[in-house]
């Protein structure tokens, strides 16, 4: 089973910015396309972004402009570059293979107003 460990969160104000780190335990980039995803608690999961293995992106619309999705081939990482980040931004960041696999912890996002 692939394992996925995210980092890089934190408590940033709006306006602020972060970079996210998925840590991938295998060198699976070239095979698949990868997600990231955030769920706020309570509510449903919500696909963020994807950096397909040919290297194409695609943004869900609320974060188009702001945040980039990008990785390292040589670290296994797979990275969310996040800026100007709103309070509607505040969320648990989960990154995963398309289709998903297991499920990492998350690294936790908190925007202040």
């Known amino acids: 089973q692939v394992q996925f460990v995210e980092s890089g969160g934190g408590l940033v104000g709006s306006g602020g910015s972060l970079r996210l780190s998925c840590v991938v335990s295998e060198s699976i980039f070239k095979h698949w396309a990868m997600d990231w995803y955030r769920q706020v608690p309570g509510n449903q999961r919500e696909w963020v972004a994807r950096l397909t293995s040919g290297g194409s992106t695609t943004y869900t619309d609320s974060v188009k402009g702001r945040f980039t999705i990008s990785r390292d081939f040589a670290k296994n990482t797979l990275y969310l570059e996040m800026k100007s980040l709103k309070p509607e931004d505040t969320a648990i960041y989960s990154c995963?293979?398309?289709?998903?696999?297991?499920w990492g912890q998350g690294t936790q996002v908190t925007v202040s107003s």
């Open positions: 995963n293979t398309n289709p998903p696999q297991t």
